[in-house]
Each structure stands twice: as structure tokens, then as C-alpha cells.
């Protein structure tokens, strides 16, 4: 794991996304051609208001400059000492928490989430809601995925000043439906990217800094390089140190979420996608200024939906093996959601293994070296849930598939939940084409079997995906299914062995199709306790 100087990381980026992003105090410039269009950015500027027909009102809208202090903590100001530690219990009161490194949900089971963004195109959509409908999200949950990060935004919750837009709020709340319906698990993601609309990107709303700030900016190309530009980083200092605007922010957050706090299908909140340190030595950024924001804005949204994950998120150094220095976040319903972009990868570059892997297991270290920081608390010194919220490649990157699968295998290895940015119609990064068909290429490994709820502590687990091979070992603790997915070779009734054996005596028990779920998914009945409960489970499946 690298220690957090810029230097020497301009010279692994020169070409890449993070080469816009981590540009900052005593770091060199980087030429004006050096990189090429990235595929992660789309659409344009939205228009307002937000038109979308306005359900059931929302059962208290955050308006005006104050918010009711029974509900909205004031944020902790930037530089304030982080959360006191204590000892940290299994899961949180109710709903979803943690044992472990693991999510649980209300069952008690381990929750695993293989799941995608959806989608790129809210940033352009002149609702600003994604362009998924009932029979989109069904065709996901066909697949295999059990999740989604549906991206949501600030400009959009609270287009005035303190006024939250009921009609957004019911129009994400419908999507939340037709995502459950289809049996998939939501993780509200508050995206960003370039500060917000007055910037050209998405995200705040532009009453959100001063109109002079926009006015004054020149655009860059391609897209990520305006992060360098000195108006969009006084803006993000802005949001962090002006309470009133952080406030507002929180309002925000807080009408959404209590509009949604007792739907079951949320799993919780991703509070700011890929957050930038603005003029802060990226260093300090997140221990002095951004935790002390999370940590106030989570107690928050804790106190309007208990039962909720509340996700943190780092900067994008991560993907450079930079492990961001967080504090211990003392609540036993936290956990990690960071990204993971090969620089050159995310350009289109060929993917080789040889000389790449190394540096995505660097990164990977420091994402769950960040994770073991958030979770020592008190007498517990065990990581925080980690859910990779966004991954991806262009589906024309020569060795995609590959990459994604390593991608899959070491999340698998490590424990981790993820999010496949984005699913999309069209080029890039999109995981269908123009016509709405899914790319082989990227659903491949994005689909090979997995243990999605798992009825007690893993000990370890397993993916080959070359091999066609899948293991998980783990204690079966609670008197609770298991639920797994075979893959989609199996879905599609190619043969596939499915085996569930008893770890002492070797007995196997019987799984099957679970009833009424997407074929492939299929839950294996808990068997009579005994005193050595570990299981494993292993899924066999033909390679071409």
C-alpha cells in the first residue's frame, strides 16, 4: 500500500480518469492531450422543475432555512474529533447491520450483494431518475443480480433552497418498487461528479455556490479534468465548511430517506459518490473535514431509518493503492463502499495480467485496509462490510472479460459485496448494447454462482471462474435457508452440480429452485443443529 504522496502517483495516472482527480498542492500539471474521453460521464445538463407526476406526499417535507432538530443533527463542523469509540454489537436495531465483515439482513443471514448501477443515464435524464422501468430491473434479477446502487440527486431533492420536491421523492420511491418487485435489493447512492450542474457535471444544485464561480470557470476536456479547475475545488470547499449549505445537503438526504425508512428492499445509503478534497491535502481531507461530515449526516439519516447501512466513502486514491486514513466509526450499521478503477483499464487500454494484477491487489489492500480502520472500535477490531460500489471497463477493452473476472474473484476471496457501473444502453462502459441486450463480454463473469444470504460466518470463500468452480465454507448458525445463485450457465440449463456437504461426517443435504424466485436462484433448507455446524457449498459449472 502506497503512502498518500501526489508525485509519484502522476506518473502511474498520465492518460488515465484519476489524472483529473488527483492533481492538487505540489503535484505537477498534466499536459492538455494527454488523456482521451472517458466512457463513465454522460448526458447534459438536466432542466427543471422535476415533472415527473407527484405520488403520496412524503410525511414531512424539509422546508425553510431550519430543519426539526428531532431529526436533523447539526453537522460536526470540519477538523472536529471523530466519533467516540465503544464496543460495537453484531447488527443494528432491526432490519439491516452487520456480523463481522458481512451485511445481515432482518433474518440474521449474511447478505451478499452482486448487483449494478443504475444507471449513468439519471445524470442526463431530464427527471433525473434512471431509464429503468418494471420489466428492466425483472431482466437483471434473471441474471442473477440481487442489488442496485440507484444513483439519486441533490439537485433534484431540493432544487430551491430548503424546499425538497415531493414528486422526486415519490418518483425514486416507484423506482425502489419496481426494483423489489423484481426481487433486487436498493442502495440509495447521492451522486456526484464535477461538483454539479453550474460545472457541467451532476450532482448539487446551483444555488448550492456562487453563481460567480461558474461563470468564471473554462471547461476542460476530457470530462475528469475539471476536478483541477480552482472554481469547482472552492465549491467543494464550500460544502464542506458552510454549515447552512451542509445543512441543506442533510434536509436533503433526510426527506429521502424517511420517505423510504420502512421499505424493506433499502439496505441502506451511499452518502456522496466519490467525494473530491477540494483544496485540502488529500491527506488530511478525510480524518479532519470528510468523516466529521459523514459521521453527523449518518447520525441523521439513523435517526429518521434505523435499520439502515449507512455507506461511507473515501476519495478515488483507493484505486491507486492510497488507503484513505478513517477514524473508527463507532455504529454497528457502517460500512465501506469505495471504488476500483484500473487507470489505464478504464481508458480502453488492453487489460494484461501479468503486469496490472499486482497494482488491483495493491488497491484492493488499501480498500480493506480503510475497511479495518472504520471497523476498530472499542475491544472490536474486525472491518466494516465493504461493498465495491462501482467497477467497470469498456466492453470493447481488449481482455475485459478477464479483468472483470479477477475483479469478481478477489471480491469473492475478500468478502465483498458489488455494484457493476453501469447498467446502460448503448457504448463505453454500458452493460447492454443500443438494442437493451446484454454484452457477453461483461455478463460473463459478472453472472458466475454466488451464496447471496448465508446462514451464518463464512470461514473462507472461493471463485474460479476459468476452472467453472465456486466454494464457500461457513458455520451453519441460524435455523434459516440458504439461499444461493448456480449461475447463469445453470439458469440457462446447462449442467451444473450443485453440492451442500456436512464438513465432519460428509453428509450432503438437497437444494433446489426456490419458489417463486428467477430460475437459478436456489435455497438449500437449514438441516438439524449439530456440534460442528460448518457446511461448504460448492458450485461446478461448464467452461466454453
Given at each position: 500500500?502506497?503512502?498518500?504522496?501526489?508525485?509519484?502517483?502522476?506518473?502511474?495516472?498520465?492518460?488515465?480518469?484519476?489524472?483529473?482527480?488527483?492533481?492538487?498542492?505540489?503535484?505537477?500539471?498534466?499536459?492538455?492531450?494527454?488523456?482521451?474521453?472517458?466512457?463513465?460521464?454522460?448526458?447534459?445538463?438536466?432542466?427543471?422543475?422535476?415533472?415527473?407526476?407527484?405520488?403520496?406526499?412524503?410525511?414531512?417535507?424539509?422546508?425553510?432555512?431550519?430543519?426539526?432538530?428531532?431529526?436533523?443533527?447539526?453537522?460536526?463542523?470540519?477538523?472536529?474529533?471523530?466519533?467516540?469509540?465503544?464496543?460495537?454489537?453484531?447488527?443494528?436495531?432491526?432490519?439491516?447491520?452487520?456480523?463481522?465483515?458481512?451485511?445481515?439482513?432482518?433474518?440474521?443471514?449474511?447478505?451478499?450483494?452482486?448487483?449494478?448501477?443504475?444507471?449513468?443515464?439519471?445524470?442526463?435524464?431530464?427527471?433525473?431518475?434512471?431509464?429503468?422501468?418494471?420489466?428492466?430491473?425483472?431482466?437483471?434479477?434473471?441474471?442473477?443480480?440481487?442489488?442496485?446502487?440507484?444513483?439519486?440527486?441533490?439537485?433534484?431533492?431540493?432544487?430551491?433552497?430548503?424546499?425538497?420536491?415531493?414528486?422526486?421523492?415519490?418518483?425514486?420511491?416507484?423506482?425502489?418498487?419496481?426494483?423489489?418487485?423484481?426481487?433486487?435489493?436498493?442502495?440509495?447512492?447521492?451522486?456526484?461528479?464535477?461538483?454539479?450542474?453550474?460545472?457541467?457535471?451532476?450532482?448539487?444544485?446551483?444555488?448550492?455556490c456562487d453563481a460567480a464561480r461558474y461563470a468564471a470557470h473554462e471547461p476542460r476536456s476530457p470530462w475528469f479534468r475539471n476536478y483541477r479547475s480552482p472554481q469547482v475545488r472552492a465549491c467543494f470547499d464550500r460544502f464542506y465548511e458552510d454549515d447552512a449549505i451542509f445543512d441543506a445537503f442533510t434536509m436533503a438526504w433526510v426527506a429521502l430517506a424517511e420517505r423510504l425508512s420502512a421499505h424493506p428492499a433499502v439496505v441502506g445509503f451511499d452518502l456522496l459518490n466519490e467525494p473530491h478534497w477540494g483544496t485540502t491535502d488529500p491527506a488530511r481531507f478525510v480524518p479532519d473535514v470528510w468523516q466529521p461530515r459523514q459521521e453527523a449526516l449518518a447520525a441523521a439519516l439513523r435517526r429518521v431509518a434505523p435499520g439502515k447501512i449507512v455507506f461511507f466513502e473515501g476519495t478515488v486514491l483507493a484505486s491507486l493503492g492510497v488507503a484513505d486514513p478513517f477514524h473508527p466509526a463507532c455504529h454497528p450499521a457502517t460500512a465501506l463502499a469505495p471504488h476500483y478503477y484500473h487507470p489505464l483499464v478504464h481508458e480502453g487500454f488492453a487489460y494484461d495480467p501479468q503486469w496490472m494484477q499486482p497494482a488491483m491487489v495493491e488497491a484492493f489492500d488499501a480498500i480493506d485496509t480503510m475497511a479495518a480502520a472504520l471497523g476498530k472500535c472499542g475491544r472490536s477490531a474486525t472491518p466494516v462490510p465493504v461493498l465495491l460500489g462501482e467497477f467497470g471497463a469498456p466492453a470493447n477493452t481488449p481482455g475485459v472479460s478477464a479483468y472483470l473476472g479477477d475483479v469478481v474473484e478477489a471480491a469473492a476471496r475478500r468478502g465483498w459485496s458489488w455494484t457493476y457501473w453501469s447498467d446502460d444502453r448503448g457504448g463505453g462502459m454500458s452493460l447492454r448494447d443500443a438494442t437493451g441486450q446484454f454484452k457477453p463480454a461483461l455478463l460473463g463473469p459478472l453472472t458466475w454462482p454466488y451464496a447471496r444470504r448465508i446462514p451464518g460466518p463464512v470461514v473462507r470463500q472461493q471463485l474460479d471462474g476459468a476452472g467453472g468452480r465456486y466454494a464457500c465454507t461457513f458455520r451453519w448458525t441460524q435455523q434459516a435457508p440458504l439461499e444461493l445463485w448456480i449461475g447463469l450457465a445453470g439458469a440457462r440449463g446447462e449442467p451444473t452440480q450443485v453440492t451442500l456437504r456436512h464438513h465432519a461426517s460428509g453428509q450432503t443435504t438437497t437444494c433446489g429452485q426456490a419458489e417463486g424466485q428467477p430460475q437459478g436462484v436456489w435455497t438449500c433448507p437449514p438441516p438439524p443443529p449439530r456440534r460442528d455446524p460448518t457446511w461448504t457449498l460448492t458450485v461446478a459449472w461448464p467452461r466454453p
Amino acid at each position: 500500500m502506497r503512502p498518500l504522496t501526489l508525485a509519484p502517483l502522476h506518473v502511474l495516472v498520465v492518460g488515465g480518469w484519476l489524472a483529473g482527480c488527483i492533481a492538487g498542492p505540489g503535484g505537477e500539471p498534466i499536459p492538455e492531450d494527454a488523456t482521451a474521453p472517458s466512457p463513465r460521464l454522460g448526458g447534459t445538463t438536466p432542466s427543471m422543475p422535476v415533472v415527473v407526476p407527484a405520488g403520496p406526499p412524503v410525511s414531512r417535507l424539509v422546508t425553510g432555512a431550519a430543519a426539526d432538530e428531532a431529526t436533523v443533527a447539526a453537522p460536526a463542523r470540519p477538523g472536529s474529533s471523530p466519533c467516540p469509540c465503544r464496543s460495537v454489537a453484531g447488527t443494528s436495531t432491526g432490519g439491516y447491520g452487520r456480523q463481522g465483515r458481512f451485511l445481515v439482513d432482518a433474518s440474521g443471514r449474511l447478505l451478499v450483494l452482486h448487483g449494478v448501477n443504475a444507471s449513468n443515464h439519471t445524470k442526463g435524464d431530464p427527471n433525473r431518475v434512471t431509464w429503468h422501468g418494471p420489466a428492466d430491473f425483472a431482466d437483471l434479477a434473471a441474471v442473477g443480480f440481487d442489488a442496485v446502487r440507484l444513483l439519486v440527486e441533490w439537485a433534484a431533492l431540493m432544487p430551491a433552497p430548503g424546499q425538497v420536491d415531493p414528486a422526486y421523492v415519490e418518483a425514486v420511491a416507484i423506482r425502489v418498487d419496481w426494483a423489489a418487485e423484481a426481487g433486487l435489493l436498493v442502495v440509495l447512492d447521492m451522486h456526484q461528479d464535477v461538483f454539479g450542474y453550474g460545472f457541467g457535471g451532476n450532482g448539487a444544485p446551483g444555488w448550492a455556490c456562487d453563481a460567480a464561480r461558474y461563470a468564471a470557470h473554462e471547461p476542460r476536456s476530457p470530462w475528469f479534468r475539471n476536478y483541477r479547475s480552482p472554481q469547482v475545488r472552492a465549491c467543494f470547499d464550500r460544502f464542506y465548511e458552510d454549515d447552512a449549505i451542509f445543512d441543506a445537503f442533510t434536509m436533503a438526504w433526510v426527506a429521502l430517506a424517511e420517505r423510504l425508512s420502512a421499505h424493506p428492499a433499502v439496505v441502506g445509503f451511499d452518502l456522496l459518490n466519490e467525494p473530491h478534497w477540494g483544496t485540502t491535502d488529500p491527506a488530511r481531507f478525510v480524518p479532519d473535514v470528510w468523516q466529521p461530515r459523514q459521521e453527523a449526516l449518518a447520525a441523521a439519516l439513523r435517526r429518521v431509518a434505523p435499520g439502515k447501512i449507512v455507506f461511507f466513502e473515501g476519495t478515488v486514491l483507493a484505486s491507486l493503492g492510497v488507503a484513505d486514513p478513517f477514524h473508527p466509526a463507532c455504529h454497528p450499521a457502517t460500512a465501506l463502499a469505495p471504488h476500483y478503477y484500473h487507470p489505464l483499464v478504464h481508458e480502453g487500454f488492453a487489460y494484461d495480467p501479468q503486469w496490472m494484477q499486482p497494482a488491483m491487489v495493491e488497491a484492493f489492500d488499501a480498500i480493506d485496509t480503510m475497511a479495518a480502520a472504520l471497523g476498530k472500535c472499542g475491544r472490536s477490531a474486525t472491518p466494516v462490510p465493504v461493498l465495491l460500489g462501482e467497477f467497470g471497463a469498456p466492453a470493447n477493452t481488449p481482455g475485459v472479460s478477464a479483468y472483470l473476472g479477477d475483479v469478481v474473484e478477489a471480491a469473492a476471496r475478500r468478502g465483498w459485496s458489488w455494484t457493476y457501473w453501469s447498467d446502460d444502453r448503448g457504448g463505453g462502459m454500458s452493460l447492454r448494447d443500443a438494442t437493451g441486450q446484454f454484452k457477453p463480454a461483461l455478463l460473463g463473469p459478472l453472472t458466475w454462482p454466488y451464496a447471496r444470504r448465508i446462514p451464518g460466518p463464512v470461514v473462507r470463500q472461493q471463485l474460479d471462474g476459468a476452472g467453472g468452480r465456486y466454494a464457500c465454507t461457513f458455520r451453519w448458525t441460524q435455523q434459516a435457508p440458504l439461499e444461493l445463485w448456480i449461475g447463469l450457465a445453470g439458469a440457462r440449463g446447462e449442467p451444473t452440480q450443485v453440492t451442500l456437504r456436512h464438513h465432519a461426517s460428509g453428509q450432503t443435504t438437497t437444494c433446489g429452485q426456490a419458489e417463486g424466485q428467477p430460475q437459478g436462484v436456489w435455497t438449500c433448507p437449514p438441516p438439524p443443529p449439530r456440534r460442528d455446524p460448518t457446511w461448504t457449498l460448492t458450485v461446478a459449472w461448464p467452461r466454453p
